[in-house]
């Protein structure tokens, strides 16, 4: 089974700058995909930006980016600009392209904006 | 368009109670998913439904848990004889086809307290 591990359970970060938040991965697949999902104290969880892992390509959502690394099976998230509205539970995700349904999802890491 | 539903909000029960939980997923959305987030922890894959096929139970912890969908829309998750483990926030998620590049929709899940 995968295993998705987000190493950081809290992140701080001052409004106005930047801050990256960490997932590594384990898979024996190829072809799979990533996620990031934020997950507001209204607990609905939202999609922020998703990657393929056949494109070298990094994704960019507006203020948010992503650096895919797949030898070394890490995928951060980058946060630009930071705004209060960013303070959030951020999760990563994987999801074979195989079997296709269910994301495996990391614990989180808690992301506070100061102001 | 309206997004996936769920209720209750909150529910609270005792142990050895039965518990029903609801999900109304998008309309249109042939797949939906279940998923178990408890304090701390990631979100952990339950059961998924695809159109008419039989469901994935792979995720359901144990024989006290089950699921049906009915007529391809509305999705019930069944809790027998509660245990206080089973307190969490359960999510409920639909996408369009199920299949791994599909965007999953989360609802705001149903807090369950066991006491």
């Known amino acids: 089974a995968q295993t998705v591990t987000q190493s950081q359970p809290e992140m701080s970060v001052q409004e106005a700058e930047t801050v990256t938040l960490s997932c590594t991965y384990d898979t024996s697949e190829s072809d799979y995909y990533l996620f990031w999902y934020k997950q507001p104290p209204s607990r609905q969880m939202i999609l922020v930006i998703r990657q393929e892992a056949y494109k070298q390509q990094n994704a960019t959502e507006n203020r948010f980016s992503v650096n895919f690394q797949k030898a070394a099976k890490s995928f951060s998230l980058k946060i630009s600009d930071s705004q209060l509205g960013d303070a959030a539970m951020y999760f990563c995700?994987?999801?074979?392209?195989?079997?296709?349904?269910?994301?495996?999802f990391g614990k989180g890491t808690s992301l506070l904006v100061t102001p | 368009g309206a997004g996936v539903s769920q209720s209750p909000s909150n529910k609270v029960t005792e142990k050895g109670k039965d518990v029903e939980l609801r999900c109304d997923p998008i309309s249109g959305h042939t797949a939906l998913y279940w998923y178990r987030q408890s304090l701390g922890q990631g979100l952990e894959f339950l059961i998924y439904?695809?159109?008419?096929?039989?469901?994935?139970k792979s995720g359901l912890p144990s024989d006290r848990f089950s699921a049906e969908r009915t007529g391809g829309s509305v999705s019930t998750l069944t809790i027998q004889r509660t245990q206080q483990e089973d307190s969490a926030v359960y999510l409920c998620?639909?996408?369009?086809?199920?299949?791994?590049?599909?965007?999953?929709?989360f609802g705001p899940g149903t807090r369950l307290t066991v006491l």
């Open positions: 439904f695809q159109g008419n096929s039989a469901p994935d």
């Open positions: 995700a994987y999801r074979s392209a195989n079997s296709g349904y269910a994301l495996n």
């Open positions: 998620a639909s996408s369009l086809y199920g299949g791994p590049t599909d965007t999953q929709y």
